[in-house]
């Protein structure tokens, strides 16, 4: 057709994909992906995309953006206009979203769980206290009576094995022979100076004779065998 002098060309109607695009303050995702249009596979997958190179703190699945795609794709131009130029419609469209439902009562479950931790933790504060004071009494009073006891078990111990050791045991039998031989040589003596008779001196000394040489047997066997 041909144009004539002064004539005016009809000028384009704004397509409602471009009416969308031009607010800002929305999230990309939600720009790229409001058309009242169904959305073919392929215009889904580059919504994905487009929203996965944005500034948001993770990217957004492809499960995910389908949810949001399905709320959307079924509402009318002036609905989705109203979505991009009203806060607080965008604010309960967002909340309506199935992942937001399910942040949010994941959310709410674990707010309920940590105050139910903490009124448990603050309902056995007392019994805390109480075991923490027990615990002081026993160190200052019980625990220091048993640390003596046993530390005289332990003196005991030593000893006992101090006096059962070879060389004590050793030492201690040549302190009975060397007794045995005083009383024997006492015995003698009472004899030469006629304080005792000889029915009396013969039983005895032999007694104190047999105990010295048996001990003396001992005593060498003894040495012999720490020696091997």
């Known amino acids: 057709m041909f144009k004539f002098w002064g004539s005016q060309e009809p000028q384009a109607q704004p397509r409602p994909e471009d009416a969308l695009s031009q607010q800002s303050y929305y999230p990309h995702s939600v720009n790229s992906t409001s058309s009242s249009r169904p959305l073919t596979p392929s215009r889904t997958s580059s919504a994905s995309n487009l929203s996965s190179r944005g ?26 206009r109203k979505l991009l130029s009203d806060k607080d419609a965008y604010h309960q469209f967002f909340l309506s979203l199935d992942q937001v439902k ?15 931790l903490t009124r448990e933790n603050l309902e056995k504060e ?10 002081r009494i026993i160190r200052t009073t019980e625990l220091a ?17 101090n006096l059962c050791s070879p ?14 031989e005083e009383e024997s040589e006492e015995l003698h003596r009472q004899l ?19 105990t010295y040489h048996r001990r003396a047997l001992v005593h060498l066997a003894a040495k012999t065998s720490s020696i091997g």
Request: charged residues 35%; contains cysteine.
């Open 55 to 80: 500034n948001s703190p993770s990217p957004v699945s492809p499960t995910e953006a389908a949810g949001v795609i399905a709320s959307l794709k079924d509402k009318s131009v002036d609905e989705l």
């Open 145 to 161: 009576a048993a640390q003596e006891r046993l530390n005289e078990l332990e003196r005991q111990k030593e000893e006992t094995l």
């Open 102 to 116: 399910d942040q949010n009562n994941l959310r709410e479950e674990l707010r309920k769980e940590t105050l139910q």
């Open 192 to 210: 030469l100076n006629s304080e005792i008779d000889l029915g009396t001196f013969i039983p005895k000394y032999k007694k104190l004779r047999n």
């Open 126 to 135: 007392p019994r805390m206290v109480e075991l923490r004071n027990q615990c």
């Open 167 to 180: 060389s004590s045991l050793l030492q201690r039998l040549q302190e009975a022979m060397n007794k045995t």
